[in-house]
């Protein structure tokens, strides 16, 4: 398994990024598939997740600003993120969210003020 995530930056509040995950070395379109970002605590904290059906979950704190989709013929899944703030300044993870779960190495998103 293998994920690789791109798109992460430097970014005024206000502004917008999008986040890409390419996956490879599974069935991508059979598992659930999520972002997640580091935190104030040890535990990494879910930012947004879509099943293999296509429904999709958030995080209270994003829900109306950040969307979540995938592309199966891509095996990519995407975080599109809006009206960024300063608070979502984390390192922003992909993860393989069901069966055996699996992290990519992550991609630092700066929001300046």
């Known amino acids: 398994v293998r994920l690789v995530e791109s798109g992460g930056g430097l970014v005024q509040a206000g502004g917008s990024l999008r986040l890409s995950c390419a996956a490879s070395?599974?069935?991508?379109?059979?598992?659930?598939m999520g972002w997640y970002r580091r935190g104030p605590g040890k535990q990494r904290e879910l930012v947004a997740r879509?099943?293999?059906?296509?429904?999709?979950e958030y995080a209270d704190s994003v829900k109306g600003r950040f969307t979540i989709s995938r592309d199966n013929a891509k095996n990519t899944v995407y975080l599109q993120m809006n009206s960024l703030k300063v608070e979502d300044t984390d390192v922003y993870y992909c993860k393989k969210a069901s069966g055996v779960l699996a992290w990519g190495q992550g991609t630092q998103v700066t929001v300046s003020s």
């Open positions: 070395g599974f069935t991508f379109g059979s598992y659930d």
């Open positions: 879509v099943t293999r059906s296509d429904a999709a």
